[in-house]
Antibody, heavy 121, light 108 residues
Framework: QVQLVESGGGLVKPGGSLRLSCAAS????????MSWVRQAPGKGLEWVSY????????YYADSMKGRFTISRDNAKNSLYLQMNSLRAEDTAVYYC??????????????WGQGTMVTVSS | EIVLTQSPGTLSLSPGERATLSCRAS???????LAWYQQKPGQAPRLLIY???NRATGISDRFRGSGSGTDFTLTISRLEPEDFAVYYC?????????FGPGTKVDIK
């Protein structure tokens, strides 16, 4: 079945780094744009970044520019998010999500279960 | 960026009742590129509606999306116990895509 599984979350100190991974299965990963979306505890959803099928197009939300890097490895059916200079306000559940169509921005039709990132000293 | 406002913040209803959720955009949403998601506690969001009125795969016809321009509505015709959740709208017609703050539908 179509599935996205995130990993790599955890507790990190302010200013630290973390790399999230998302393993895709059940569909042709290389055919789809992918995004990261986050949700702070008790809050709403916030789009973080997206990457096109061949990583030729990448966008970030303004608050993540220069600190986060999205990438993908189509041979490994995997999506990544490298997060540097982490701040307390980056504390959230991070979801990877599949774009519905070959477009961006887009609706998201498949979501992972999320991985929790906590930034605290 | 386009700001989405959802109302009401909380909707308290009984099973079998009709739910009407509103999503208003600060400017017109291109091509009616508006989606609705359902999220239950501890779970990822689930796509219900895209393109303002198209049901996603496997979504019950009790869910109906409508609207255009700046005003959109999600209607749940007869609430089932599993429908009590938080609902988010999202516009993806303009970059960056943005989400509304959510409407919680809880049991009265």
């Amino acid at each position: 079945q179509v599935q996205l599984v995130e990993s790599g979350g955890g507790l990190v100190k302010p200013g630290g780094s973390l790399r999230l991974s998302c393993a895709a299965s059940g569909f042709t990963f290389s055919d789809y744009y992918m995004s990261w979306v986050r949700q702070a505890p008790g809050k709403g959803l916030e789009w973080v970044s997206y990457i096109s099928t061949s990583d030729s197009t990448i966008y970030y939300a303004d608050s993540m520019k220069g600190r986060f890097t999205i990438s993908r490895d189509n041979a490994k059916n995997s999506l990544y998010l490298q997060m540097n200079s982490l701040r307390a306000e980056d504390t959230a559940v991070y979801y990877c999500a599949r774009h519905l169509l070959l477009a961006a921005p887009d609706a998201f039709d498949v979501w992972g279960q999320g991985t929790m990132v906590t930034v605290s000293s | 960026e386009i700001v989405l406002t959802q109302s009401p913040g909380t909707l308290s209803l009984s099973p079998g009742e009709r739910a009407t959720l509103s999503c208003r955009a600060s400017q017109s949403v291109s091509n009616s590129d508006l989606a609705w998601y359902q999220q239950k506690p501890g779970q990822a969001p689930r796509l219900l509606i895209y393109g303002a009125s198209n049901r996603a795969t496997g979504i019950s016809d009790r869910f109906r999306g409508s609207g255009s321009g700046t005003d959109f509505t999600l209607t749940i015709s007869r609430l089932e116990p599993e429908d009590f959740a938080v609902y988010y709208c999202q516009q993806y017609g303009s970059s960056p895509g943005t989400f509304g703050p959510g409407t919680k539908v809880d049991i009265k």
